[in-house]
């Protein structure tokens, strides 16, 4: 039987954007990927950052922002993982969870330049196909025409979580830069206030 194609897109999250959310489903609907998963990035206790919102805060933002999106998922696997958690680590750690699953990666041209300096880089390309959009200002240099890779115009929307972070602490509305479910979470709860 096929195992299920499933893609994996890290981030922090700090908070959830529609920018992250129009990546997700693009590559949900329009890639051979038959899932995306948002994977939530743990706070890394060595490294603590004010602004970062709890882990459970921002996994919540991405559930609600999901909402009963097909095909995508939030994901906090790395939650219970040793820090800071490594690319490779967690793929081990999915992998042996689901086995009947198939993970990818997915990433911006601004990583997939500096991939080849992450942690066993050679053996993530080796086992995984890496699903990359383009970034504008971010060429996708060697890579691009590796086996593995395949690139994709992906509509892309010019946000950032900084700037939403900023725009809540300035008393402004993130109406439509966040998911509304989301946005609305954010004005009952005051977070990045
Ligand atoms: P911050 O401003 O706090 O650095 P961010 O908006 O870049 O946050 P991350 O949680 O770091 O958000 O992003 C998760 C992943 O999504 C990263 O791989 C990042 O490159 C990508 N990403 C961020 N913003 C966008 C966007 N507008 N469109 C497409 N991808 C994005």
């Given at each position: 039987?096929?195992?299920?194609?499933?893609?994996?897109?890290?981030?922090?999250?700090?908070?959830?954007?529609?920018?992250?959310?129009?990546?997700?489903?693009?590559?949900?609907?329009?890639t051979d990927l038959r899932e995306v998963w948002m994977v939530v990035s743990p706070q890394n206790p060595f490294k603590?950052?004010?602004?970062?919102?709890?882990?459970?805060?921002?996994?919540?933002?991405?559930?609600?922002?999901?909402?009963?999106?097909?095909?995508?998922?939030?994901?906090?696997?790395?939650?219970?993982?040793?820090?800071?958690?490594?690319?490779?680590?967690?793929?081990?750690?999915l992998r042996d969870k689901h086995p009947q699953r198939e993970f990818a990666l997915i990433m911006g041209t601004d990583?997939?330049?500096?991939?080849?300096?992450?942690?066993?880089?050679?053996?993530?390309?080796?086992?995984?196909?890496?699903?990359?959009?383009?970034?504008?200002?971010?060429?996708?240099?060697?890579?691009?025409?590796?086996?593995?890779?395949?690139?994709?115009?992906?509509?892309?929307?010019?946000?950032?979580?900084?700037?939403?972070?900023k725009a809540i602490k300035a008393g402004k509305s993130v109406r439509y830069l966040v998911p509304e479910a989301a946005?609305?979470?954010?004005?009952?709860?005051?977070?990045?206030?």
């Amino acid at each position: 039987m096929d195992k299920r194609k499933t893609g994996l897109f890290f981030g922090s999250f700090n908070p959830v954007h529609v920018g992250h959310m129009i990546l997700a489903n693009f590559m949900a609907t329009s890639t051979d990927l038959r899932e995306v998963w948002m994977v939530v990035s743990p706070q890394n206790p060595f490294k603590e950052r004010a602004s970062l919102a709890r882990d459970h805060d921002r996994l919540h933002l991405v559930e609600l922002a999901i909402g009963d999106t097909p095909n995508l998922k939030a994901s906090n696997v790395e939650f219970s993982m040793s820090k800071p958690s490594y690319t490779i680590d967690t793929l081990a750690v999915l992998r042996d969870k689901h086995p009947q699953r198939e993970f990818a990666l997915i990433m911006g041209t601004d990583n997939l330049a500096s991939l080849r300096k992450w942690k066993n880089a050679d053996i993530i390309l080796r086992d995984y196909n890496i699903h990359v959009y383009n970034r504008p200002g971010y060429p996708a240099g060697e890579l691009a025409d590796h086996e593995r890779v395949t690139i994709y115009d992906a509509p892309l929307m010019h946000l950032s979580a900084t700037y939403v972070r900023k725009a809540i602490k300035a008393g402004k509305s993130v109406r439509y830069l966040v998911p509304e479910a989301a946005a609305r979470e954010i004005e009952i709860t005051g977070l990045y206030q």
